[in-house]
C-alpha cells in the first residue's frame, strides 16, 4: 500500500520467503495462511529514525483498516522501515524505543475515540492497542534479536493484526487451542530460546497484551522490561476511565455456542465474534467454563 521505495522489494520478499520456507516452517501459522492466499498487505516507511520520518504510516494504517475485513481472517498489514545505514545498527533496547515511540505517534495521530468497550488500562486483560477505533495486536520484529528467530527481521518491521482475525479462536475454543499447541512447539523448534513467558491468550487473568508485542530476545528476567506499559506512560488517551481490576466472582462471561455446535467463553460485554451465539446467563469464566463442557460433553 502506498509508494514503494527501492528497498521495498527486497524487504518484502525477504520476509515472504521466511514465511513459507519448507525447511524451517515459521512458527506462526496465522502468517504463513495470509501469505500463501496472498492476503497479507505491505507499507512502507522511507525512514525510521524519528517522529518526522513517519507521517505517511497513520493514512497507511487507515486504509488498510478501511477494507481488511474483505481479505478474509487470514491477514496482516506489515510496515518496513527503511533499513539502518551501514554501521549504524541499534541494539535491541534502541529498537524497543523506537517500536514504542511509533505506537505513540499513531495514538497522537489518531483522530477516532477509544473504543468504548475496551479499557484504557493496560493492566487489564481485555486492552489492546486501537487504531481508528479498531482493537489491533502488534508485533514487532527487528535485526537486533538473534536467539528469538521468530522476532527477528532484516530491518525494523511492525505487523498489526485486527483482533477481528482472532474471533473463534480462543483460547478455550477447540481450534484456538489447536492452533497454540502448533504455534507453541514451532516456537520451540524454530528458536534458540523457550517461548517467552508473556506469550498469553487474550482475556486470561495473568495475560498483558502489551508485553507480547516486544519480547526480549532471552528471558533472564520478568516479562517486559517496564512494570508499566510504556504506551502510556506519558499519555492519557480520550475515552472511558481504565476499568478497576476485576473481582474472581464478578459475573463477567457468557458461555457461546457456533453454527458448528462449539462451546467457548466470551466477555459478556462484547458482542460474541461472527457465527457464534449466547448460552445462559452471564458467570464468571469458571462457572461458563463448566457450563461450555457440560453442553459439549451432553451433545457428544
Not at 112 to 123: F, H, Q, Y
Not at 239 to 252: E, K, L, V
Request: hydrophobic content about 35%.
Amino acid at each position: 500500500m502506498g509508494e514503494i521505495p527501492h528497498w521495498g522489494p527486497r524487504s518484502a520478499e525477504g520476509l515472504l520467503s521466511t514465511v513459507v520456507s519448507q525447511e524451517r516452517p515459521f512458527p506462526c501459522t496465522f502468517a504463513v495462511a495470509a501469505a500463501r492466499k496472498r492476503t497479507l498487505r505491505f507499507g512502507f516507511v522511507d525512514g525510521a529514525g524519528d517522529r518526522g520520518d513517519w507521517a505517511a504510516l497513520p493514512d497507511l494504517l487507515r486504509r488498510y483498516l478501511e477494507g481488511y475485513q474483505a481479505l478474509g481472517k487470514d491477514t496482516s498489514f506489515v510496515v518496513f522501515f527503511r533499513p539502518e545505514p551501514d554501521g549504524a545498527a541499534l541494539p535491541l533496547d534502541g529498537f524497543r524505543q523506537r517500536f514504542w515511540d511509533v505506537l505513540g505517534y499513531l495514538a497522537d495521530k489518531d483522530s477516532s475515540p477509544w473504543p468504548a468497550e475496551l479499557p484504557t488500562d493496560p493492566d487489564d486483560p481485555l486492552w489492546e492497542f486501537t487504531f481508528g477505533g479498531v482493537p489491533i495486536f502488534v508485533v514487532c520484529n527487528t535485526p537486533a534479536h538473534g536467539e528469538r528467530r521468530s522476532r527477528h527481521a532484516a530491518d525494523f518491521m511492525i505487523t498489526f493484526q485486527p483482533r477481528w482475525v482472532f474471533e473463534g479462536l480462543e483460547a478455550d475454543s477447540p481450534r484456538g487451542a489447536a492452533a497454540r499447541r502448533t504455534i507453541r512447539a514451532r516456537l520451540r523448534a524454530y528458536d534458540t530460546v523457550p517461548p517467552s513467558p508473556a506469550l498469553g491468550s487474550y482475556g486470561d487473568t495473568d495475560n498483558r497484551e502489551w508485553r507480547q508485542y516486544f519480547l526480549p530476545d532471552a528471558d533472564d528476567g520478568p516479562p517486559g522490561a517496564w512494570e508499566r506499559c510504556p504506551f502510556l506512560s506519558a499519555r492519557t488517551l480520550p475515552g472511558p476511565a481504565a476499568r478497576a481490576p476485576r473481582r474472581p466472582d464478578t459475573p463477567d462471561h457468557q458461555a457461546v455456542r457456533n453454527d458448528a455446535g462449539r462451546f467457548s467463553v466470551w466477555p459478556s460485554g462484547r458482542r460474541p465474534p461472527a457465527g457464534w451465539s449466547a448460552v445462559g446467563p452471564p458467570g464468571t469464566r469458571a462457572q461458563c467454563l463448566a457450563r461450555a463442557a457440560e453442553l459439549w460433553g451432553e451433545q457428544r
